[in-house]
């Protein structure tokens, strides 16, 4: 927890499993996916074009949380949801745990109404309460009352919660705030069986490097909370020279638990993955997309494409099917990551289909196609040569 404070202001982008959805329309139709989650951190919003850029080059599409700062009104942060909403699956922080001890239950509740009011359709998921067990949140009642007020206004919209704990077995200091004895404690029946997701941070650095037994961990969560996904909450290193194995550690653990969902949300993606040349950027998409699988057509059982011809001189038509009726978003981008067209937008019945792409006015190149239903994505490069 203390290395992660060291940065004051941030977001956090959960990356949830494909990569960008492309405009807002489409994007409102999509579902978070109910079966992985890949997660990650921004430390900040300035620059959210190149944050995006390195979202949209996932072979996934991640899932942002983004951290809602203090003292900051939602109107800060209107533009940066906008774009990332556009990019990736988002996830709300209303409070981080570092600010919890610093409001009261009214003023807690009235900054996260503001929030869900200002964001309501652009937040997938809403964390009412992050690291809600940490020794410097202040007295467990306060914080017990804090969340459940903030998990009763988001449920009353209808909105999806998340809970974070703080894995702290081997270093806390109070025992009372032990991750199992504050949930058992302090976690109110209605959430325990009621959270859409609980989620788990842990920062081994600042727990003398113990390693968790984390499939026994998520077996005793799913004990206590039966209806919940379960994953990850936060991860991270500053150590330079450890970030590339923590990330390949972290994004790869295989836990059965069932409704394990994975998360990890790396703390430092602005710093470790913007721009997208970042080695650990390479290290984090190979660790969520293994390079000796691929990502095939044929990995993606719902989605087969087909560029033809390609090369092409001016026009060619990519084909498709797909295995169920889906929202169908098709666009293409230039090596720049700007979206030079959207060629399909719409709900589609099964079967296989033809979309000509006509590219006379455009600059030759090298250009990607993407094709995104509400779970999966398949991208392809295309080279206009107009010398052919």
Same mark, same amino acid.
């Given at each position: 927890?203390?290395?992660?404070?060291?940065?004051?202001?941030?977001?956090?982008?959960?990356?949830?499993?494909? #990569?960008?959805?492309?405009?807002?329309?489409?994007?409102?139709?999509?579902?978070?996916?109910?079966?992985?989650?890949?997660?990650?951190?921004?430390?900040?919003?300035?620059? %959210?074009?190149?944050?995006?850029?390195?979202?949209?080059?996932?072979?996934?599409?991640?899932?942002?949380?983004?951290?809602?700062?203090?003292?900051?009104?939602?109107?800060?942060?209107?533009?940066? %949801?906008?774009?990332?909403?556009?990019?990736?699956?988002?996830?709300?922080?209303?409070?981080?745990?570092?600010?919890?001890?610093?409001?009261?239950?009214?003023?807690?509740?009235?900054?996260?109404? #503001?929030?869900?009011?200002?964001?309501?359709?652009?937040?997938?998921?809403?964390?009412?309460?992050?690291? %809600?067990?940490?020794?410097?949140?202040?007295?467990?009642?306060?914080?017990?009352?804090?969340?459940?007020?903030?998990?009763?206004?988001?449920?009353?919209?209808?909105?999806?919660?998340?809970?974070?704990?703080?894995?702290?077995?081997?270093?806390?200091?109070?025992?009372?705030?032990?991750?199992?004895?504050?949930?058992?404690?302090?976690?109110?029946?209605?959430?325990?069986?009621?959270?859409?997701?609980?989620?788990?941070?842990?920062? +081994?650095?600042?727990?003398?490097?113990? #390693?968790?037994?984390? #499939?026994?961990?998520?077996?005793?969560?799913?004990?206590?909370?039966?209806?919940?996904?379960?994953?990850?909450?936060?991860?991270?290193?500053?150590? +330079?020279?450890?970030?590339?194995?923590?990330?390949?550690?972290?994004?790869?653990?295989?836990?059965?638990?069932?409704?394990?969902?994975?998360?990890?949300?790396?703390?430092?993606?602005?710093?470790?993955?913007?721009?997208?040349?970042?080695?650990?950027?390479?290290?984090?998409?190979?660790?969520?997309?293994?390079?000796?699988?691929?990502?095939?057509?044929?990995?993606?059982?719902?989605?087969?494409?087909?560029?033809?011809?390609?090369?092409?001189?001016?026009?060619?038509?990519?084909?498709?099917?797909?295995?169920? $009726? +889906?929202?169908?978003?098709?666009? %293409?981008?230039?090596?720049?990551?700007?979206?030079?067209?959207?060629?399909?937008?719409?709900? $589609?019945?099964?079967?296989?289909?033809?979309?000509?792409?006509?590219?006379?006015?455009?600059? =030759?190149?090298?250009?990607?196609? $993407?094709?995104?239903?509400?779970? =999966?994505?398949?991208?392809?490069?295309?080279?206009?040569? $107009?010398?052919?």
């Amino acid at each position: 927890m203390l290395m992660k404070r060291q940065i004051i202001f941030k977001v956090l982008v959960l990356v949830f499993f494909g #990569q960008a959805v492309l405009i807002d329309k489409s994007y409102s139709q999509q579902i978070v996916d109910t079966s992985k989650i890949y997660g990650l951190t921004i430390d900040d919003v300035s620059g %959210v074009d190149s944050i995006c850029t390195s979202l949209r080059r996932h072979c996934k599409k991640m899932t942002v949380r983004i951290a809602f700062d203090e003292p900051t009104a939602p109107s800060y942060y209107a533009d940066a %949801v906008d774009s990332i909403h556009n990019a990736a699956f988002t996830m709300g922080e209303i409070f981080d745990s570092w600010y919890t001890d610093s409001f009261t239950v009214a003023d807690n509740l009235n900054k996260a109404t #503001q929030y869900v009011n200002a964001f309501a359709n652009k937040i997938d998921i809403w964390e009412i309460g992050n690291e %809600v067990n940490g020794e410097w949140l202040g007295d467990s009642d306060s914080v017990k009352a804090k969340i459940f007020s903030v998990y009763n206004m988001v449920k009353s919209r209808g909105k999806k919660t998340a809970l974070t704990l703080f894995y702290n077995k081997p270093c806390f200091s109070i025992a009372q705030n032990e991750m199992f004895s504050w949930v058992y404690n302090y976690v109110p029946a209605a959430m325990k069986s009621g959270l859409d997701y609980v989620l788990v941070s842990y920062y +081994e650095d600042s727990c003398n490097n113990y #390693q968790p037994n984390w #499939q026994h961990i998520f077996d005793s969560l799913h004990t206590i909370f039966p209806n919940s996904k379960l994953g990850m909450g936060e991860c991270g290193t500053e150590l +330079e020279t450890a970030k590339d194995s923590f990330i390949s550690r972290y994004y790869s653990m295989n836990i059965t638990t069932p409704k394990y969902i994975g998360g990890y949300f790396w703390w430092y993606y602005r710093h470790d993955c913007v721009p997208y040349t970042n080695q650990h950027w390479t290290t984090l998409n190979n660790a969520v997309c293994p390079p000796a699988s691929g990502i095939q057509d044929a990995a993606l059982p719902n989605i087969s494409t087909v560029i033809s011809p390609n090369p092409f001189n001016n026009t060619t038509i990519i084909n498709f099917s797909i295995e169920k $009726k +889906e929202n169908i978003n098709l666009v %293409v981008y230039d090596n720049t990551g700007r979206i030079v067209r959207i060629l399909l937008d719409e709900v $589609k019945e099964k079967g296989t289909y033809q979309i000509p792409f006509n590219a006379t006015d455009l600059a =030759e190149g090298i250009y990607l196609c $993407k094709l995104s239903t509400s779970s =999966e994505i398949v991208s392809k490069s295309i080279v206009l040569s $107009k010398r052919q």
